[in-house]
C-alpha cells in the first residue's frame, strides 16, 4: 500500500479474501450477482461477508477488471471484462442471463455513428423475454414487442 502524506491511500493492499472473489469471477462462465458470488466464495473461505463481496466488486469495477450490468428486474451482475462484445437475453420468468453475441449489432454501431457525427464508446443491449423451458412451462405465443424508443 502506498501512502502519500497529502492524499489518501493510492492502492489498496491485495487481500486473501480479494483475490479470492476475483478468482471466482475469473473462473465463472456466465455473468453472477453479488449473492451468487458470495455463495461461491463462502464454500471455498467460510468467513468471507457479503460487504466485503460488495466492496471487492465495487473496486474491481473502479479498476476497470468487470463490468456491472443492470439486467432484467432490478438486479446487478458482475463479469470479467472481455474483448468481443457480447450482448444479453434476460428471461422474465426464471430470471435466466443467456449472453450473445451477433454482426449486426457492429453494423447497427456503424450505421448510428455515420448517421448521426457520433462516436460510440459503450453498448448495452438487454432483450427481455422468455427462455425455451418457461415459453414450452407457460406456452407463451410471441406478442408485439414493445420498445421504449
Given at each position: 500500500?502506498k501512502?502519500?502524506?497529502?492524499?489518501?491511500v493510492?492502492?489498496?493492499?491485495?487481500?486473501?479474501?480479494?483475490?479470492?472473489?476475483?478468482?471466482?469471477?475469473?473462473?465463472a462462465?456466465k455473468?453472477?450477482?453479488?449473492?451468487e458470488?458470495?455463495?461461491?466464495a463462502t464454500?471455498?473461505d467460510?468467513?468471507?461477508s457479503?460487504?466485503?463481496v460488495?466492496?471487492?466488486?465495487h473496486?474491481f469495477?473502479?479498476?476497470g477488471l468487470i463490468n456491472?450490468?443492470?439486467l432484467g428486474?432490478a438486479r446487478?451482475?458482475?463479469?470479467?471484462?472481455?474483448?468481443?462484445e457480447?450482448?444479453?437475453?434476460?428471461c422474465?420468468s426464471?430470471?435466466?442471463?443467456i449472453?450473445f453475441?451477433?454482426?449486426?449489432?457492429?453494423?447497427?454501431?456503424a450505421?448510428?455513428?455515420r448517421k448521426n457525427?457520433?462516436?460510440?464508446?459503450?453498448?448495452?443491449?438487454?432483450?427481455?423475454?422468455?427462455c425455451?423451458e418457461?415459453?414450452k412451462?407457460?406456452k407463451?405465443?410471441?406478442?408485439?414487442?414493445k420498445?421504449s424508443?
Amino acid at each position: 500500500m502506498k501512502i502519500n502524506r497529502n492524499q489518501r491511500v493510492t492502492t489498496r493492499p491485495d487481500t486473501s479474501q480479494r483475490k479470492l472473489v476475483l478468482t471466482i469471477m475469473q473462473e465463472a462462465e456466465k455473468q453472477l450477482d453479488a449473492k451468487e458470488l458470495y455463495r461461491r466464495a463462502t464454500e471455498r473461505d467460510e468467513g468471507i461477508s457479503l460487504a466485503t463481496v460488495y466492496r471487492s466488486l465495487h473496486l474491481f469495477k473502479e479498476q476497470g477488471l468487470i463490468n456491472e450490468r443492470h439486467l432484467g428486474q432490478a438486479r446487478c451482475y458482475y463479469e470479467m471484462k472481455r474483448s468481443p462484445e457480447h450482448q444479453h437475453l434476460v428471461c422474465q420468468s426464471c430470471g435466466q442471463v443467456i449472453e450473445f453475441e451477433s454482426p449486426l449489432i457492429l453494423k447497427l454501431i456503424a450505421e448510428v455513428e455515420r448517421k448521426n457525427d457520433f462516436s460510440v464508446t459503450k453498448v448495452e443491449l438487454c432483450l427481455e423475454g422468455y427462455c425455451h423451458e418457461c415459453k414450452k412451462e407457460k406456452k407463451v405465443t410471441r406478442p408485439r414487442v414493445k420498445t421504449s424508443l
